[in-house]
C-alpha cells in the first residue's frame, strides 16, 4: 500500500493499492483504499485548494508533481 500526498501541502490525498514498478501516472478507482480528496464533477483537489487531477472513467488520471508517493508496491 502506498500513500499519496499533495505535492503543495504534504495533507493525505489516497491510499492506495499500487501493484508493479513504474511511475504512476493514474489510480484505478478500484484500489484507492482511502480517498481523502474533494472533487468538483471531475476534477480532483487537494483540501488545500490544489488541483491533482481529473477522473477519466475507470481511474484517475494524476498530474505529475501535484503529488509524492510514500510507501512501497507490491512486487
Ligand atoms: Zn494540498
Same mark, same amino acid.
Given at each position: 500500500?502506498?500513500?499519496?500526498?499533495?505535492?503543495?501541502?504534504?495533507?493525505?490525498?489516497?491510499?492506495?493499492?499500487?501493484?508493479?514498478? @513504474?511511475?504512476?501516472?493514474?489510480? !484505478?478507482?478500484?484500489?484507492?483504499?482511502?480517498?481523502?480528496? #474533494? $472533487?468538483?464533477?471531475?476534477?480532483?483537489?487537494?483540501?488545500?485548494g490544489?488541483?491533482? @487531477?481529473?477522473?477519466?472513467?475507470? !481511474?484517475?488520471?494524476?498530474?505529475?508533481?501535484?503529488?509524492a #508517493? $510514500?510507501?512501497?508496491?507490491?512486487?
Amino acid at each position: 500500500m502506498i500513500t499519496i500526498t499533495c505535492a503543495a501541502c504534504g495533507r493525505k490525498l489516497f491510499r492506495y493499492q499500487k501493484i508493479g514498478k @513504474g511511475k504512476l501516472l493514474h489510480c !484505478w478507482k478500484t484500489r484507492i483504499s482511502s480517498d481523502y480528496t #474533494v $472533487r468538483e464533477d471531475d476534477q480532483v483537489y487537494c483540501p488545500c485548494g490544489r488541483h491533482v @487531477g481529473v477522473v477519466e472513467g475507470p !481511474w484517475i488520471n494524476l498530474h505529475g508533481g501535484s503529488f509524492a #508517493v $510514500r510507501g512501497s508496491a507490491l512486487k
